[in-house]
Nanobody, 123 residues
Framework: QVQLVESGGGLVQAGGSLRLSCAASGRTFSSYHMVWFRQAPGKEREFTGFISRFGTSTAYADSVKGRFTISRDNAKNTVYLQINSLNPEDTAVYYC????????????????WGKGTLVTVSS
């Protein structure tokens, strides 16, 4: 079992930045690739970005490229999501997930989920 706990969400003005964290406990963190999803009100949960087990590879949804950066610190069992130039369309609950998949990061392909952290962007 892997337990994931997100933190760092909150209310921020448009144009601001946030860094979300996802702390893992349980089985070996570095055994898993990590993925961030988000779910806006009334919408489906969507893929945001991916980082490989040792951080050597990342991938992002086209909608967030250039503004979102994923990193991880395996010594701290934590993955991060840096979000810059926030806009109201980024308002969502952000989830981290652990997976063994290296591609096709759909919601049903994740092994473990956190409960999410809410990001609200005011205009």
């Amino acid at each position: 079992q892997v337990q994931l706990v997100e933190s760092g969400g909150g209310l921020v003005q448009a144009g601001g930045s946030l860094r979300l964290s996802c702390a893992a406990s349980g089985r070996t963190f570095s055994s898993y690739h990590m993925v961030w999803f988000r779910q806006a009100p009334g919408k489906e949960r969507e893929f945001t970005g991916f980082i490989s087990r040792f951080g050597t590879s990342t991938a992002y949804a086209d909608s967030v490229k250039g503004r979102f950066t994923i990193s991880r610190d395996n010594a701290k069992n934590t993955v991060y999501l840096q979000i810059n130039s926030l806009n109201p369309e980024d308002t969502a609950v952000y989830y981290c997930a652990a997976t063994t998949r290296v591609s096709n990061w759909s919601t049903d392909g994740m092994d473990y989920w956190g409960k999410g952290t809410l990001v609200t962007v005011s205009s």
